[in-house]
């Protein structure tokens, strides 16, 4: 059990224990309609209009309209200013794909489920595009579509209301909490190119006395996709006689997504007149498998060669072999007679005698996802709200990687491979309390504790070791992603506690005015206090002005500010051994590392609603400045004192050709405008409803240490996610028939492993569903109807042919996936 659980467990029996006053009822909830905002304010809800920051409420039905399966998709897919692309070759970021809203890191993003705070995953993104580097965010693909109500996107920083991360924003994923209906729905798609996805989900309400659990259970998967072209290298090597080259050698697509399960409860009840309890609770589980890197058996070095020869091993045990190191390192020397000789030789070993047509690795885990949380809530007598509460979640990444080798080990290496866990738990204890201090004026105050634990768990010993071949140039520790020894392993936990209140005033019928304050106290780097003040002008009944400013931290995290890590990257068309060393290593401090403090950030928005005859507006302009940001420094060599010195923390570095670390050392600036326009009216036989969504951003680095930032990365945090991104959405419903189509517009992009930015693309989707009764909906549809895959390498500006060098015709970040077509088709039953 993890060392957390205990105090949970005995909190939630604590609360229990509680017993008071009055409490709402929930037959009042489920009068609430989607477009209702509960988050940005802890006041009364309130209308999206008429809140003081701009939320967007998606509704369940634009989400169940969807063909896909991973939540982070579809949300993608309707909010214009949120970001997710497929991450093919990106370490444990295939896992957990990092998802980013207003241009701003994942983890700058604060994740709810029914208000509550969510907890992180355990993967850090260290492959991220540059603008994800770094992240540790939640997991928005655990959440099952068919278990929402809504999702609510505010679209501003709100740290100074729910805490650290909410720099960019805040999504708040709201359960349903029927206490009878109930759907069963089942989807299947396939990919132009055969590729297949399939779904089946079923929700049910039941009553609980005068309360309600609503569960929710799915099952999913997806095949591999694959868009690759054989290497120019791979297919040399095949003209040449060289043996079971596969081909493709290296494969670019999605990674294989198998027994994708979730389970979600939601539930609630009275306990007695008058106190109510309510909590939630999931379980997911899935194994996600994708690729890495071709191997090359006359190239890659610490494998199979070394200084542009072959790496030849002397397997006798006083090094007497003999074994020659000046053969070339091509397919003429694998050819060659005295390769021949080699091969023929039991003393001396080269890895294409087991291996001949080189290898690519497969790289992924198993993804197990838990959460519970308990809490009661009631109103005094004197109208005072109250609500506590325990949650507890762990998130658990346990890593494989197959089809590699540890070279030190030589013709002994096993092939398939358990390099460890990455493991997060969080814990979080709340007290919440409300109350009218006067007829126009109402007060929100509260406190908070919590707990962030980042494990690192170590592999089999086979993933780390040096075989006794590490001396003579072969690599240590499984090639790819090297296993975590026990003395990198271990339990890095923080916690923190807080206070805050918040103040709202109905000056007038016109004039709402909100404010907060929020202080923090961290047991590794203090205490920070952040405020928020925002108004609501209402000019007439379809037109007001509304305005926020604040400040706000993102605090870094336990497995930030502890993990090491070794990744291979493309390094000027090389494959290279990178590693992520603490900020605190003295091989860090020499270059600029030190105590990782947090990000603080001053947000401002100003927008507009209005009505222009029977179309509705809003207009939001936003401002992010952010300090001392947190991000994965550029990269540095690393020479023999720092291997060295690493290797006195217990860091194998023998195979690191470069490292970097973890650096407060820039600011950014973040500024652009989201505009939504909705209208319906009637035509041919029914409704049609349109809806524009529309953003644009831009982000500048105005502050860097160019030692610890240099322009490649600068570029990425600039570029690396499209600037302008609109969707226009037409919907029309007429008896039982309903069709839909949607146009997706991606700005450009920068690309640095492709070498280029990307020119802007649109796609189009569309969709019929015909309700054949009140319980049975049908449901055909095709997302990206035109096949864009976006623009191929070779005809990128300052690029490079990535198809030749690499097997990869387009860009592995396009923001609306490389897959092409993808058709669907499903079935719901209402009950």
């Known amino acids: 059990m993890n060392q957390l659980q205990p105090r949970v467990i005995a909190t939630i029996f604590a609360l229990t224990a ?57 949300l993608r897919n309707v909010v214009p200013s949120f970001n997710v692309n497929d991450q093919p070759i990106s370490d444990a970021a295939t896992l957990v794909r990092p998802a980013n809203l207003r241009g701003l890191a994942p983890d700058h993003t604060l994740v709810l489920v029914n208000g509550k705070r969510r ?59 029927s206490n009878s209906e109930g759907a069963v729905e089942a989807k299947f798609g396939q990919y132009s190119e055969g590729e297949n996805q399939y779904s089946i989900a079923v929700n049910q309400g039941f ?145 294409s005698e087991i291996i001949s047509g080189g290898f690519t690795p497969s790289f992924g885990g198993e993804v ?23 949650y507890y979640g762990q998130n658990i990444a ?48 509260g406190a908070e504790y919590r707990e962030e634990e980042f494990s690192i768990v170590a592999g089999q010993r086979e993933s780390f070791i040096d075989g006794g071949l590490g001396a003579q140039g072969f690599s240590t520790s499984t090639n790819g992603f090297p296993g975590f020894s026990p003395d990198i392993a271990g339990a890095f936990d923080r916690t923190n506690t807080s206070l805050y209140g918040d103040l709202e005033w109905q000056a007038n019928d016109a004039l709402l005015i909100g404010a907060a304050v929020r202080f923090e106290d961290f047991d590794d780097f203090g205490s920070t206090t952040n405020a928020k003040l925002g108004f609501n002008y209402s000019i007439n009944d379809s037109a007001g002005i509304r305005a926020t400013a604040s400040t706000g931290f993102k605090a870094p995290t336990p497995g930030q500010s502890n993990a090491s890590n070794i990744s291979t990257q493309l390094v000027n068309l090389v494959l290279t051994n990178q590693g992520v060393i603490p900020s605190t290593s003295p091989a860090a401090l020499l270059r600029g590392g030190g105590v990782l403090q947090p990000e603080e950030s001053t947000n401002l928005t100003l927008g507009g609603y209005f009505s222009i005859g029977n179309v509705d507006f809003t207009v939001d302009y936003f ?12 990269d540095f060599t690393l020479n023999d004192a720092d291997r060295a010195t690493l290797a006195g923390q217990g860091i194998d570095a023998s195979d690191i050709a470069q ?52 322009d490649s990365r600068v570029r990425l945090l600039e570029d690396g996610v499209p600037g302008t991104r609109w969707n226009l959405t037409a919907n029309h419903q007429m008896d039982k028939l309903r069709l839909l189509g949607r146009v997706n517009h991606y700005g450009k992009y920068y690309d640095n492993e492709a070498g280029g930015v990307f020119d802007s693309a649109q796609t189009v989707d569309i969709e019929v569903g015909y309700m054949h009764s009140e319980q049975l909906d049908l449901v055909f549809g095709a997302r990206n109807i035109f096949d864009e895959q976006g623009q191929e390498t070779v005809t990128v500006e300052g690029g490079f042919d990535a198809a030749a060098v690499l097997g990869l015709p387009y860009s ?13 088709g499903k079935a719901t039953y209402n009950f």
Request: glycine share 10%.
């Open 18 to 74: 509680i017993s008071g006053v009055s409490a709402p009822s929930f037959a009042q909830e489920n009068e609430a309609i989607e477009e209702v905002v509960t988050i940005g304010t802890r006041g009364k809800p309130r209308s999206a209009t008429s809140s003081i920051a701009p939320v967007d409420v998606i509704s369940a039905s634009d989400f169940i309209a969807q063909g896909g399966v991973d939540t982070s998709n579809l």
């Open 398 to 445: 346990d890593f494989f990687i197959n089809n590699t080798v540890n070279a030190s080990l030589g013709p002994n290496t096993p092939r398939d491979f358990n390099p460890g866990d990455y493991e997060q738990a969080d814990i979080a204890i709340n007290a919440d309390f409300t109350m009218a201090l006067t007829d126009t004026v109402s007060l929100a105050f």
């Open 659 to 710: 490292f970097r670390f973890f650096t407060n050392q820039f600011d950014t600036n973040t500024s652009g405008f989201d505009i939504v326009a909705n209208t319906s009216f009637d035509v041919g036989g029914g409704v049609t409803t349109l809806n524009l969504a529309f953003n644009k951003t831009d982000t500048d680095v105005t502050r860097r240490n160019p030692a610890l930032l240099g």
């Open 812 to 824: 592995q970040f396009t923001p609306y996936g490389f897959n092409g077509t993808f058709f669907y």
């Open 119 to 177: 907890h992180r995953a355990a993967v850090i993104s260290w492959l991220g595009n540059g603008l994800s580097d770094g992240s540790q965010g939640p997991d928005i693909s655990a959440i099952p579509a068919l278990a929402l109500s809504s999702v609510e996107v505010l679209r501003d920083g709100a740290a100074a209301q729910y805490g650290s991360d909410a720099i960019a924003g805040v999504l708040n994923f709201n359960l349903k909490n």
């Open 368 to 390: 197990t996802d838990l959460s519970a949380l308990f809490g009661l809530r009631g109103e005094t007598a004197g109208g005072l709200g109250w609500s506590v509460s325990a």
């Open 207 to 351: 009553a609980i006395g005068d309360g309600f659990l609503n569960v929710t259970a799915e099952f999913s998967e997806a095949d591999a996709t694959d868009r690759s072209v054989q290497r120019a290298d791979a297919a040399g090597l095949t003209a040449a006689g060289i043996q079971n080259v596969a081909n493709p050698a290296q494969v670019w697509g999605t990674p294989e997504i198998d027994g994708d399960k979730k389970l979600w409860l939601n539930f609630g009840t009275q306990m007695s007149d008058s106190v109510e309890f309510f909590g939630q609770a999931n379980y997911n589980n899935k194994d996600v498998a994708g690729g890495f890197y071709y191997r090359n058996p006359t190239n890659r070095g610490g494998v199979y060669a070394s200084g542009g020869n072959l790496l030849i091993a002397d397997l006798t045990p006083d090094g007497s072999g003999n074994c020659p190191q000046n053969i070339p390192g091509s397919a003429a020397g694998l050819n060659s007679a005295a390769f021949a000789a080699v091969a023929a030789d039991p003393d001396c070993f080269h890895f």
């Open 623 to 634: 401002d992010i400045d952010v300090e001392d940001r947190l991000s994965l420094s550029s």
